[in-house]
């Protein structure tokens, strides 16, 4: 399967603090999105990286690809409550992307 | 917002009720997609449409019927739902999904939470 997981599960952590969270997969790929959901409402696309980038930086968001361990990881510097919010890889290997279980972020103020 | 919009937000229905699920897009897209997100399980595909003809059917249940009339509009028709269809329905859309080999951003809607009772 394509299907990306994300880990971990669930993240807590205290405002100002860096969030890391990371996504493996199972079979080549040519990008990597990470998206973000509110609880209860639709997804929201964060970042794109293509299989030949190996690290991408959007605002306080920083995302790693390494496709020889078939893994990416999603930074958040500096937390906000506002990050407050479930992440999700999502990997395909045609035009059809597959997203993980997600992994839940809580930042306490 | 996404400049997807779906109707309505939140639905209760009886397992021999027939109700329907409307998603828009304001983007121009030509691609438009529903998924099942049930709590603890990763987001389900369940419908994929390109320039209103299905390309996918991901073993969904007959009791769930999608319709497409345009490239801004797509539904998804329900009868006779079974308690274990209560999730919440999310529909998205895309430039296109042509092209096999790059994969697009996609653009979702806030989703219509459905409760079967």
């Known amino acids: 399967s394509q299907q990306g997981e994300e880990d971990p599960q669930a ?4 405002e100002g603090e860096n969030a890391t969270m990371n996504c493996s997969y199972k079979t080549s790929i040519n990008n990597l999105q990470w998206y973000r959901q509110n609880s209860g409402r639709g997804l929201v696309h964060l970042i794109l990286i293509r299989s030949n980038e190996r690290e991408k930086h959007s605002g306080r968001l920083r995302v790693t690809l390494d496709t020889s361990k078939k893994s990416s990881s999603l930074l958040i510097t500096a937390s906000r409550a506002a990050d407050t919010a479930s992440y999700f890889c999502a990997t395909a290997k045609s035009y059809i992307p597959t997203f993980g279980r997600g992994t839940s972020l809580i930042v306490h103020p | ?48 449409y390109n320039f209103k003809e299905q390309t996918e059917n991901n073993s969904v249940p007959s009791r769930f019927s999608p319709e497409c009339p345009n490239s801004s509009h797509l539904f998804l028709h329900l009868h006779t739902l079974q308690p274990e269809d209560s999730a919440l329905y999310l529909c998205a859309s895309s430039p296109t999904s042509g092209g096999a080999e790059f994969q697009e951003t996609q653009y979702f809607g806030p989703g219509t939470r459905l409760l079967v009772l």
């Open chain 1, 11 to 14: 993240l807590s952590i205290q």
């Open chain 2, 1 to 48: 917002e996404t400049g997807v919009t779906q109707t309505p937000r939140h639905l209760v229905m009886g397992m021999t009720n027939k109700k329907s699920l409307k998603c828009e897009q304001h983007l121009g897209h030509n691609a438009m997609y529903w998924y099942k997100q049930s709590a603890k399980k990763p987001l389900e595909l369940m419908f994929v």
